[in-house]
């Protein structure tokens, strides 16, 4: 069984997602301890790339301090591993396939089941090319996560189907970024996905306040929050990490009142 469904065994799952190496790695692993520490219960860390198009201003932002920071893919592997040795929630990359394809697919998801990486999400990855690494992802146990979008229509019950992990349901068209509502008919989708799969579904793309969280988590399995922490890390820099804490002790309160 996917490590990534421990996740969602308590009740409805809070993801947080952290750029790495925004502001530095060890601003990135503190952080990380703290959102564990105060309820999150997945984290997807994000391996920067110069040109991540399916984020918004906030989370590019973090990219380029990153890499102008001078953070590699190898750097961000060994992180995983000193995380690993007291954080036991499950642990995914988010990032874009030409990062994995610079480094070798093979060698890349190898090295994931050896840090302790449970799985992997390429938004630039159509669902027609998955099986460009879906077989490296199978030899080493790393769950190729899909999404699945307010445009995916007719395509949502296939996707859900052959679905790893968990899907990562995108609440509405466009990049990443908090937003002031979520307009998307997202039941019906999710129903679709029921009806198609027993892997949970979390929501992400726009949520950045505990009422959204809990709306979400009402209608899937779990929300998972980006562009939010990431301001957070950015206003307050290597100070990061209690503010970060703080916030997603109150997102997980009021994904928690959803049940």
Not at 37 to 49: H, Q, S, T, V, W
Not at 59 to 72: E, F, H, S
Not at 129 to 149: M, Q
């Amino acid at each position: 069984m996917s490590k990534i469904a421990s996740a969602f065994e308590k009740g409805k799952a809070f993801i947080a997602f952290i750029t790495c190496g925004d502001p530095d790695l060890e601003t990135t692993a503190a952080v990380v301890r703290a959102a564990v520490e105060n309820g999150a219960d997945l984290i997807e860390l994000g391996i920067p790339f110069s040109d991540p198009t399916a984020e918004g201003p906030v989370i590019q932002g973090a990219n380029l301090r990153a890499l102008n920071g001078g953070v590699t893919t190898d750097r961000i592997f060994d992180l995983v591993r000193e995380l690993r040795r007291d954080v036991t929630v499950p642990m995914v990359f988010m990032t874009y396939a030409n990062v994995v394809f610079s480094y070798g697919a093979d060698r890349f998801l190898s090295t994931c089941r050896a840090v302790g990486i449970d799985g992997l999400i390429l938004p630039d990855l159509p669902y027609e090319e998955k099986e460009e690494f879906l077989p490296d992802c199978r030899r080493y146990g790393v769950d190729l996560i899909s999404l699945i979008a307010p445009t995916s229509e007719n395509r949502i019950a296939m996707i859900a189907r052959e679905a790893e992990g968990f899907l990562y349901v995108v609440s509405s068209l466009g990049v990443t970024g908090t937003r002031s509502e979520i307009k998307t008919d997202l039941a019906s989708i999710v129903e679709v996905i029921r009806q198609n799969t027993r892997i949970p579904c979390a929501i992400g793309f726009g949520i950045s306040t505990p009422e959204q969280a809990k709306a979400m988590a009402g209608l899937s399995d779990g929300a998972i929050v980006g562009s939010a922490i990431v301001k957070l890390i950015e206003k307050y820099g290597k100070d990061a990490a209690a503010p970060v804490g703080e916030y997603v002790r109150r997102m997980k309160e009021a994904i928690r009142s959803a049940e």
